[in-house]
């Protein structure tokens, strides 16, 4: 395959062009002929209309985290959970994950049940939070309690921590 060189060409204008003034002044004309330190140089006003810091809201009630409910969970939470902690790169294919789903399995659960095998202990409490159940058993079986620290078997005691006092 042939290649083709690349070249630049410098473009000039047929006349110079006229000297502009420098940014101070032009933004001092702006503000009335007067320069205000600190202040953008086109003069645009900056306010910040939230909080920050301890004053400001936290994720909860951001509705970033813990927002959810039971109900809220549906089966595409489930796909992006099995996606996102690479469950599906390990198993190959999505056959566990459908086959939880369609043994009637509440999403929310089905996700409790895969977080406490991988320790993922924020996802854990949220889910806790949102009103999954820990004694619900997957197709296997096997409940959050007999999954806890499978995978990551260094959070097993965390993971028990979270789920025991849920333990019927």
């Not at 790169?89 to 895969?114: F, K």
Request: hydrophobic share 40%; net charge negative; glycine share 10%.
């Amino acid at each position: 395959m042939a290649s083709i060189a690349c070249t630049q060409i410098a473009l000039r204008a047929a006349r110079p062009a006229a000297r502009q003034a420098p940014a101070a002044s032009r933004g001092a004309a702006f503000l009335g002929g007067r320069k205000v330190r600190g202040s953008v140089c086109n003069g645009v006003r900056v306010s910040a209309w939230f909080k920050f810091g301890k004053n400001g809201a936290n994720a909860e009630d951001a509705g970033i985290i813990g927002a959810q409910g039971r109900d809220e969970y549906i089966e595409d939470d489930v796909e992006q959970y099995f996606n996102y902690m690479g469950i599906l790169a390990v198993e190959g294919s999505y056959d566990s994950m459908y086959e939880q789903v369609e043994a009637g399995t509440h999403p929310c659960d089905i996700i409790l049940n895969w977080a406490c095998a991988e320790g993922d202990l924020p996802k854990i409490e949220e889910l806790l939070q949102a009103g999954a159940n820990p004694n619900v058993a997957n197709t296997r079986g096997e409940t959050a309690f007999t999954n806890a620290g499978k995978v990551a078997t260094q959070k097993k005691d965390e993971v028990m921590a979270l789920i025991g006092p849920y333990k019927k």
